[in-house]
């Protein structure tokens, strides 16, 4: 019995050390990953690395955030593709400041997005819809032509 407690002290202060041993520059390398990823990266169990991140000040994983923003330059920058040369210092602006958005975010994760950012994310989802829902209705129109065919005849 004394043996058995032993050996589960001794595993919890491995793993304690372990996760004690991760840096906030650590931890922070794996912001691009879930979290559940990172803690197998770093070969931590889930519950210890949120438990370091919070020791470290960090509430929340910034995964979804810094992969929402890397998106949303992305799409910027395809859609100023698209579009040619006609607002490219508009675009640029924006793409710098999604970029120093991002940057902030890797330093301090519990970060609130700008609202200038978030104006801009729903302009691209509203865009984006947009576009999906003009495809989805030129695929629809010749089905919908031709059954209104074969219900005439």
């Known amino acids: 019995m004394k043996e ?5 002290k001794c595993r919890e202060e491995k793993i304690s050390s372990s996760a004690k041993m991760l840096s906030r520059t650590t931890v922070s390398q794996y912001f691009y990953m879930p979290i559940s990823k ?32 890397q998106t949303l330059i992305k799409n910027i920058q ?28 890797e330093e301090m994760p519990d970060l609130e997005l700008e609202d200038n950012t978030r104006r801009l994310r729903q302009a691209c989802f509203k865009a984006n819809y947009k576009k999906r829902k003009l495809v989805g209705m030129r695929f629809i129109e010749p089905e919908s032509s031709l059954s209104g065919l074969s219900n005439k005849y």
């Open 4 to 8: 058995d407690l032993n050996a589960k």
């Open 78 to 105: 395809e859609q100023g593709e698209a579009e040619g040369h006609e607002n490219d210092e508009k675009l640029r602006a924006a793409i710098e400041m999604l970029k120093r958005e991002k940057r902030k975010v």
């Open 38 to 69: 990172a803690a197998r990266e770093l070969n931590v169990g889930l519950t210890h690395l949120k438990k370091r991140c919070r020791e470290l000040g960090i509430q929340r994983w910034p995964h979804r955030k810094l992969m929402s923003l």
